[in-house]
């Protein structure tokens, strides 16, 4: 059975940064696709960040190219989502989501074709 564990949420002020961790336990292949999406109050889910194992692939939204990078430890089985220079934009609930290889090409979307979700975590970035 997958798990997702997301850790590293919180409070930041504009300008900073936060690391979120995807503990990621139980996938029976080594392809396999992991996605941070995010919902703010009012607003639909929306892909931010996705790793594709089978390649190394990475996707971005455009809202946060530049500012959030996504990475692997492949010996802790642990995806990051490093963001900097956050903005009050970036405030939501953020979910980490897997899924089959394929579903990395979703990733622009609400991720309902990822199968697993970890819980979620809120990140707030207020002054």
């Known amino acids: 059975q997958v798990q997702l564990v997301e850790s590293g949420g919180g409070l930041v002020q504009p300008g900073g940064s936060l690391r979120l961790s995807c503990a990621a336990s139980?996938?029976?292949?080594?392809?396999?696709?992991i996605g941070w999406f995010r919902q703010a109050p009012g607003k639909e889910r929306e892909g931010v960040s996705c790793?594709?194992?089978?390649?190394?692939?990475?996707y971005y939204a455009d809202s946060v190219k530049g500012r959030f990078t996504i990475s692997r430890d492949k010996v802790k089985n642990t995806v990051y989502l490093q963001m900097n220079s956050l903005q009050v934009e970036d405030t939501a609930v953020y979910y980490c989501?897997?899924?089959?290889?394929?579903?990395?090409?979703?990733?622009?979307?609400?991720?309902?074709?990822?199968?697993?979700w970890g819980q979620g975590i809120q990140v707030t970035v207020s002054s």
């Open positions: 989501a897997g899924g089959p290889a394929l579903t990395f090409y979703y990733c622009s979307g609400d991720g309902d074709e990822f199968g697993h």
């Open positions: 139980g996938f029976t292949s080594d392809y396999y696709a």
């Open positions: 790793f594709n194992s089978a390649d190394g692939n990475r």
